[in-house]
């Protein structure tokens, strides 16, 4: 795309959202989904440099880029040639049962949605989303006036993703004449019209929608800011005292939002801290009983970093400090809090937050 609705100059898919582009969110979207074997990404001549400092930048795995044509559907068939000749990518990829077509500014698609046009595909040869119109369509007479205008209950609009078995959508780009391909817009019409293959329509969520305009940007940024603010993961250590509180947090705090509590040592690099990592959590409350809380916060950021997990939002680690003791000397504690608050300067370089709360009772 060129963006030319969005207005300005940068294409509205490397437009930055929380500092981070567009087209990261949607590569990253998929890139999640375990059972998709390769990402292909048809991008313009002018924007390969771009593309390519971005998936190193965030470290992007499965991905593929291709240089594509001046429309939409020549743009699609050259993604799809990387599975059939040798000049649009360095290797040849194994060619996929099925393959999904999604637009790079619809960056919030879940893993259900693409299952489900997936396994239509598998049954039906094409699929589609599909969500109800929120306008009427009307045409147009040649004096500008009001033709007819179509029953909306009877329609519905076309959305992304489409998924299609490779064969079909690949020879249906075949034979397509140059009047597809430089004016067509619907990829399930070429299935239908040189495949004669019907395409299953799936209800789609209201979440597949697509940033076209600049206000779209901001709903974008809106959004995720939301979803980041849902789900937090409360880590203690596994002694009884220290697991008590993290419990008691997690109930405090279910009914809010979801949340994951464990008691672990974090010096053995719990495989299971990894799994939440994998899961996008970008929150966490640490809470122990150590003398220096500084170390247990250091083996979660290690921990994070080994992941290789790409940091799309920043993350907030909350380290909380219990000073169970009968002596409680408070120079101490603000001892370690200088500590926490030099190594929070350190580590915000590199998109995380750290807050210390030092909680001291007898």
Known sequence: GSGERLGGATPKQFCAVQGRPLVSYTVRAMERISWISDIIVVVSPENIETMTSIIKKYGHKRVTIVKGGITRHRSIFNGLKVFTENEF??????????????????????????????????????????????????????????????????????????????????????????????????????ALKY????????????????????????????????????????????????????????????????????????SKNDSHLQNIFSRQCYNFVCVNDKKY?????QQLVDTLEKSNIPLLY????????????ENIS???????????KKFAREVKKKNILVYGLLIQYK
């Open 293 to 297: 809380a500084i170390q247990e916060t």
């Open 89 to 190: 990518s360095n290797r040849l990829l194994q060619k996929p049962e099925v393959v999904i077509i999604h637009d790079a500014v619809r960056p919030f698609v879940e893993e259900d949605i693409l299952s489900k046009v997936v396994m239509a595909a598998k049954e039906h040869g094409a699929a589609g989303a599909i969500r109800p119109l929120v306008s009427t369509v009307i045409a147009s007479a040649a004096d500008g006036c009001l033709d007819h205008s179509l029953e909306r209950a009877r329609y519905r609009a076309s959305e992304m993703p489409q998924a299609f078995l490779f064969d079909i959508i690949y020879e249906a780009y075949q034979q397509c004449t140059d009047y597809d391909l430089d004016y067509g817009t619907e990829c399930l019409h070429l």
């Open 195 to 266: 495949c004669k293959t019907n395409a299953k329509l799936v209800e789609g969520t209201a979440d597949l929608w697509k940033v076209t305009y600049k206000r779209d940007l901001y709903a974008a940024e809106s959004i995720i800011k939301d979803n980041l603010s849902q789900q937090v993961c409360v880590i203690t250590d596994v002694k009884e005292a220290v697991a008590q509180v993290g419990f008691l947090l997690h109930e405090s705090l279910k009914s809010q939002i979801k949340v994951e509590a464990m008691s672990i040592s974090l």
């Open 330 to 340: 408070f120079g101490i504690g603000m001892e370690e809090l200088a500590r926490i």
């Open 314 to 325: 920043p993350v907030v680690l909350i380290s909380v400090h219990l000073d169970i003791s």
